[in-house]
């Protein structure tokens, strides 16, 4: 698999490799400390807050935003299982699939293999928020570099 050129310029312009292991890097808590019996609706609540709405999707375990901005289509999925934040982003042009992918997964296709990143771990919900935040921070700038490539 490989990534679309415009979007390895925009995750590269973005600075997402140093902006991910930051993130992983700050967030890299033991699986002991982490919070694994989390509310969903106090996760919708953190979403509110950060001005995002999310759904939950019961049958796959997962959060997602939606944003359009015609002809794309903007998907953030967060799987917060075992407390830690599984980070996965989709792009669709015209309703057929773009691009994308799993954070760590899109951080290897940039040429990055450092094993020792890992997903962002949270043990409370102010760790949770501040996650949710950087990783939207780079959403938002992703979006915008994308779109200017287009």
Do not use: H
């Amino acid at each position: 698999m490989e990534l679309k050129p415009d979007i390895k310029i925009a995750l590269e312009k973005i600075n997402f490799l140093e902006r991910y292991k930051s993130l992983s890097t700050k967030y890299a808590f033991d699986t002991t400390e982490c919070f694994k019996s989390y509310e969903n609706s106090e996760v919708l609540n953190i979403f509110s807050e950060l001005g995002y709405k999310a759904t939950f999707n019961k049958s796959e375990n997962f959060f997602k935003v939606v944003e359009k901005t015609p002809p794309y289509k903007f998907q953030f999925n967060i799987s917060l299982k075992y407390g830690i934040a599984e980070l996965i982003w989709a792009v669709w042009k015209d309703k057929i699939y773009y691009g994308g992918g799993v954070w760590i997964m899109m951080k290897k296709l940039l040429g990055d293999n450092d094993e020792n990143i890992k997903y962002p771990r949270f043990r409370n919900y102010t760790d949770l928020k501040e996650i949710l935040a950087e990783a939207f921070a780079i959403y938002e700038d992703f979006k915008r570099e994308f779109l200017a490539i287009q």
